[in-house]
Antibody, heavy 118, light 108 residues
Framework: EVQLVESGGGLVQPGGSLRLSCAAS????????MHWVRQVPGKGLVWVSR????????IYADSVKGRFTISRDNAKNTLYLQMNSLRVEDTAVYHC???????????WGKGTTVTVSS | EIVLTQSPATLSLSPGERATLSCRAS??????LAWYQQKPGQAPRLLIY???NRATGIPARFSGSGSGTDFTLTISSLEPEDFAVYYC??????????FGGGTKVEIK
């Protein structure tokens, strides 16, 4: 079964750091681009970052550029999101998603919740 | 940044009725648009890609159309499981992917 499972969310103070993980299974992880997308509960989807299949090319939304870093370990079938200098407005559920056919997001994880609060 | 505007925000319909959802882009995105469905507590699911192509396993009652700046998702006859929130997403600007704000299809 093709699956993505996120972990690493939690409560952190403003200015703090957190690293999210996304464990992939059921497909050849190293063949796919991967994305992080976040969602404030009750609100819409916001794309955060993308990595190409080997991690050599990464892009970010302006709102997280310079603070977040996407990376991957293809040997461990795992995608990461290192989040530094966290702000209250980063509070959201963070989903990882596979960039499948034409790089549309064809497989999604259920998400991990990040709460930034003092 | 390409802004996607979805309308209406909420659509109140009965099972069996036809649903028509709109997504308008702030500039031309050719056919580089996808539609996703999200139910409460669940991850989004890809329905349509490149404006009019159904993703694997998506029922034929879902169809997409449009190009340039105006796009439509049509559900020909609503089933109980179709009541959900629908998002459009563009990949024309691959350096800054964007989603629309969503349309909630609710039971009337």
């Amino acid at each position: 079964e093709v699956q993505l499972v996120e972990s690493g969310g939690g409560l952190v103070q403003p200015g703090g750091s957190l690293r999210l993980s996304c464990a992939a299974s059921g497909f050849t992880f190293s063949s796919y681009w991967m994305h992080w997308v976040r969602q404030v509960p009750g609100k819409g989807l916001v794309w955060v970052s993308r990595s190409n299949n080997d991690g050599s090319s990464t892009i970010y939304a302006d709102s997280v550029k310079g603070r977040f870093t996407i990376s991957r370990d293809n040997a461990k079938n795992t995608l990461y999101l290192q989040m530094n200098s966290l702000r209250v407005e980063d509070t959201a559920v963070y989903h990882c998603a596979r960039g499948g056919l034409l790089n549309y997001m064809d497989v999604w994880g259920k998400g991990t919740t990040v709460t930034v609060s003092s | 940044e390409i802004v996607l505007t979805q309308s209406p925000a909420t659509l109140s319909l009965s099972p069996g009725e036809r649903a028509t959802l709109s997504c308008r882009a702030s500039q031309s995105i050719s056919s580089y648009l996808a539609w996703y469905q999200q139910k409460p507590g669940q991850a989004p699911r890809l329905l349509i890609y490149d404006a009019s192509n159904r993703a694997t396993g998506i029922p034929a009652r879902f169809s997409g159309s449009g190009s340039g700046t105006d796009f439509t998702l049509t559900i020909s006859s609503l089933e109980p499981e179709d009541f959900a929130v629908y998002y459009c997403q563009q990949r024309s600007n691959w350096l800054a992917l964007t989603f629309g704000g969503g349309t909630k299809v609710e039971i009337k």
